[in-house]
């Protein structure tokens, strides 16, 4: 029997072979049906005449909101995603949340603050790097003439290279046993 053809199968008044496709094309028409008949079950907001009619107008708020889709999450006190299951149809929301719905759409969009715009007020100077503040090695390192040395931790040696170079200083250093650094200036 599995080797008639498609006119055979007719003929005998069995069903045609369906292929992948037109089996997981008819399944989603099923899900559409089903999908349509619980849509028609939900009571619908007043002022609505269908579920549709809501999706549009959160649509068209979502299209008008300064903050886009995440705005108008925020406003159902939901997720964005499930604004967006929304309105692509894939998930249909609930009762309580189209009532939600229909009460968000009621209140005007939300204006966005401007800032106060100040007119006349000079730009301060670019302050060189860390010139601001002086820590102690940099104070250190700045009192430092030719040929004079200091010891340090050698757990600052890093630090203490860095402020020497931000303000060009040329320093070099020796290890003095395990926990100590001397450093040089040279120029």
């Not at 008044?13 to 028609?40: E, F, T, W």
């Not at 200091?150 to 170079?165: G, V």
């Amino acid at each position: 029997m599995s080797n008639l053809s498609h006119v055979d199968r007719e003929a005998l008044g069995l069903q045609p072979k369906l292929s992948r496709d037109d089996i997981r094309i008819r399944a989603q028409n099923a899900a559409a049906i089903v999908n349509r008949s619980a849509r028609d079950a939900r009571k619908i907001p007043d002022g609505y005449e269908s579920a549709d009619a809501l999706l549009l107008a959160l649509d068209a708020r979502r299209r008008a909101h300064p903050s886009g889709l995440a705005g108008v999450a925020r406003e159902l006190k939901t997720k964005p995603k499930n604004v967006w299951r929304w309105l692509h149809q894939t998930q249909l929301p609930s009762e309580d949340t189209m009532r939600r719905m229909a009460n968000v759409l009621t209140v005007p969009l939300p204006e966005i603050e401007m800032p106060a715009i100040d007119n006349g007020i000079p730009l301060p100077p670019i302050v060189g790097r860390g010139s601001w503040r002086k820590g102690k090695w940099r104070l250190v390192v700045e009192a430092l003439k030719i040929g004079d040395s200091f010891l340090c931790p050698y757990m600052s040696t890093q630090n203490i290279r860095s402020q020497a170079k931000s303000i060009g200083i040329k320093i070099s250093g020796r290890a003095e046993g395990l926990k100590h650094f001397r450093f040089w200036r040279i120029e």
